[in-house]
């Protein structure tokens, strides 16, 4: 069984800087790629990142320059480092495991999901 946990959400400011992590078990961690999406309350879950095994990456337009995702295969962990954050950053952020960093892969694998608000 593969389990995926999210952590790190809070309430921040603008402008603010979180870090969230993914920590994994089960199938070995570097196998997979990993993704980051979001929900915010009345949307559909939309694509923030994913991050391929041998760490190659992609940035919805949204975040570029002000997320950046990275893992570390040894700990079975993958992080999502926020900065810059805006009201409209304010969602859950759900972590998944795939087998592709493809963000519209059918991702195999995902976490419970961790709150992120964001207050101007």
């Known amino acids: 069984q593969v389990q995926v946990v999210e952590s790190g959400g809070g309430l921040v400011q603008a402008g603010d800087s979180l870090r969230l992590s993914c920590t994994t078990s089960g199938r070995p961690f570097g196998t997979y790629a990993v993704g980051w999406f979001r929900q915010a309350p009345g949307k559909e879950r939309e694509f923030v990142t994913c991050i391929s095994w041998v760490g190659i990456t992609t940035y919805a337009t949204s975040v570029k320059g002000r997320f950046t995702i990275s893992r570390d295969n040894a700990k079975n962990t993958a992080y999502l480092q926020m900065n810059s954050l805006k009201p409209e950053d304010t969602a859950v952020y759900y972590c998944?495991?795939?087998?592709?960093?493809?963000?519209?892969?059918?991702?195999?694998?995902w976490g419970q999901g961790t709150q992120v608000t964001v207050s101007s």
């Open positions: 998944a495991l795939g087998q592709r960093p493809d963000p519209n892969e059918p991702w195999l694998h």
